[in-house]
């Protein structure tokens, strides 16, 4: 597989073990050292496993409720050894949650020759945003 | 300059740029292709660089009346020709705006020698997300 290949593949394995409650799975490909900006606070991100690691459990609940967790496009830029990738995905309720698709930045860097996560950025825009931009 | 030197002079150029409006130097760095995951709608993103230009102005408006855009943190990841960025900014006005800490996330690929800004990731927590991501 080519290193677009490779890391497309992994990002479909995250994404169905997102939905599927698989934490192994979800945390198999990512960096001790990965910072998240996440949908929720805290606003300076969520830094190190551990703590990504404490993030999933509830949105795995809440995916369980009936939620959907799939990706809607997926654009990857692979270099040799650094990568980025940008994704949009349905996660929502089935019951007309108007949150329609999630943003989703990746950042990877091949380590023993193996693609990894260092940085994931999720985020919904704010309906609301006032300062024009 | 290393690329992870030229890559903080760009992005530290871009905020101080966006800060003082100066529309040329913002775009100077930027794909035609740009994909950029703005803090307001479209959820599906901001495509291609005329679409970039045109949020701008406002956010400049904003700017101009007394906000402040300034780095907090900037963490860089520089391959031979793929790179990517995530950075912290102080994004308010002065009068106790609640937002803090804008998050950004930068996708760079270095295109006939000089490196180009492909993909930006803007945005602000959701105090109020719910499902418990």
Same mark, same amino acid.
């Given at each position: 597989m080519t290193d677009e290949q490779q890391i497309r593949t992994l990002i479909e394995n995250w994404v169905a073990a997102v939905h599927a409650g698989d934490l192994d799975t979800v945390l198999?490909?990512?960096?001790? &050292?990965i910072v998240m900006f996440d949908v929720p606070p805290p606003y300076d991100g969520v830094r190190g496993l551990a703590a990504y690691t404490e993030t999933w459990p509830g949105f795995f609940k809440w995916q369980q409720s009936g939620a959907s967790f799939e990706l809607e496009s997926l654009d990857v830029t692979a270099g040799s050894d650094v990568a980025f990738a940008f994704a949009l995905l349905h996660c929502?309720?089935?019951?007309? &949650?108007?949150?329609v698709l999630l943003r989703l930045t990746i950042g990877l860097r091949k380590l023993a020759d193996r693609w990894t996560v260092t940085h994931e950025h999720h985020s919904f825009p704010h309906d609301d945003a006032s300062n024009g931009s």
């Open positions: 198999a490909d990512h960096s001790p &050292d929502r309720t089935t019951d007309g &949650d108007p949150r």
